[in-house]
């Protein structure tokens, strides 16, 4: 048994086989069930060929070596590729590969590709990137099944997109103006954008002060008059 590139402490043993007798006809063997490793590799059986890809012989199967001769069988290897999942943005969503969270042979392969957005995020495509090559995209479907993996490690990312929504700061209605156009007192609405989870604060102008001459500026409320305070935290 020869490892042909494999962990050679993981081969059959006895190695090799050997039948001593009066016989002078062909002998069977039978071979053995243990199977050598070789990382990143599946073992798929035995053949009288380095290169070969597809094996001649399983294990437990027989093999017939002539009399007075001897057979040199080579373990043949199968690929495996790494086929991974990732959410883009991080926290966008989750992103799970069904049946191929670590290694699989390329010839066995189907894979269900799996999107889950998070609050506030909706999901919007998936891309791949095999290992070395540039990025494509893939599918709009949430939930997507791969039948034909590359013959190459590959990465496939959801993509998530945040949802936004509009607010108007409205200080004109009360009499006052952004401290954008003091002069001209005429930037009386703002319009910013918020997302689900964040502060109030985090949208672009919130933090602008607003004037009304005589008036302290107090906060933004949810009504004209009276109202809920939205704060700076909210």
């Given at each position: 048994?020869?490892?042909n ?11 090799p ?16 069930n243990?199977?050598p ?27 017939e ?5 001897s ?71 949430q ?5 034909s ?10 993509i998530f997109?945040q949802?936004l ?15 954008f ?21 985090s ?23 009276g109202?809920?305070?939205?704060s700076?935290?909210?």
């Amino acid at each position: 048994y020869d490892a042909n590139g494999g962990n050679a402490n993981t081969l059959p043993s006895p190695n090799p086989q050997t039948y001593s007798g009066s016989s002078t006809s062909n002998h069977t063997f039978t071979i053995s069930n243990t199977t050598p490793t070789r990382p990143g590799y599946d073992f798929l059986g035995w053949s009288y060929s380095t290169t070969a890809t597809l094996p001649s012989y399983l294990p437990g199967g027989s093999i017939e070596v002539p009399y007075n001769g001897s057979s040199r069988l080579y373990a043949v290897w199968d690929t495996l590729y790494t086929y991974s999942a990732v959410a883009s943005p991080v926290g966008g969503g989750t992103a799970t590969v069904d049946n191929a969270s670590s290694v699989q042979k390329v010839s066995e392969v189907t894979v269900q590709l799996r999107a889950s957005p998070s609050e506030g995020y909706r999901f919007i495509k998936w891309t791949y990137t095999p290992s070395g090559g540039t990025t494509q995209d893939l599918s709009t479907n949430q939930n997507y099944l791969i039948e034909s993996t590359p013959a190459v490690n590959t990465t496939y990312t959801a993509i998530f997109q945040q949802y936004l929504y509009p607010l108007v700061l409205d200080a004109g209605t009360n009499g006052g103006f952004f401290e954008f156009n003091p002069d001209e007192q005429s930037e009386t609405t703002r319009n910013v954008t918020v997302s689900v989870g964040s502060l109030y604060s985090s949208a672009d102008g919130w933090q602008n002060t607003v004037y009304r001459p005589g008036y302290m500026f107090d906060g933004w409320y949810t009504a004209q008059t009276g109202g809920t305070l939205v704060s700076y935290n909210t």
